[in-house]
């Protein structure tokens, strides 16, 4: 995986949620991931192609989205529901965007499907490729997410 390609998304993410709901992640140690086991509560997962072809997961714990989705809505969110699995969706094409448009900048074009939503406690994401997934932990106040990135060798 080349690093070019994967360091836009993890700026996307603090970025995003720096800007949108004022939230300032500290990313942890990146590290290879050799299961499918999502290291959250509730994940969105989009495959993208282009100039690279792979795919990204944003996987939060419940705690950290409701935090992230209190901050977005102005107003604390409490319950688990539709609402917040929806921002996750909308989060992920956010940041998939901005990293889309920084290595656009680099003169790699790419094109992100819509996302797929996954909740539970103990779910599992599939990456479109069988390649090397990486992946970094944030932490905030209200808790963690994941960025997982994963892409074909071109």
């Known amino acids: ?39 959250g509560d509730v994940s969105a997962v989009l495959g993208i192609t282009g100039d690279a072809r792979g795919s990204m997961a944003l996987t939060f714990t419940e705690s950290c989205i409701k935090a992230i989705v209190s901050n977005l809505f102005g107003t604390p969110v409490t319950e688990f529901n539709e609402e917040v699995t929806d921002a996750v969706g909308e989060l992920a094409n956010m940041i998939c965007g901005d990293a889309r448009r920084r290595l656009g900048e680099q003169g790699i074009s790419l094109q992100a499907s819509i996302p797929t939503i996954i909740a539970g406690k103990g779910h599992s994401i599939t990456h479109i490729n069988s390649g090397p997934r990486l992946a970094v932990p944030f932490q905030t106040p209200g808790g963690n997410f994941v960025v997982e990135v994963a892409f074909n060798k071109e």
């Open 1 to 39: 995986m080349d690093v070019k390609i994967i360091n836009p998304f993890l700026v996307a993410a603090i970025h995003v949620l720096k800007t949108m709901a004022s939230v300032e992640p500290i990313p942890g140690k990146p590290f290879l991931k050799k299961d499918s086991n999502a290291l």
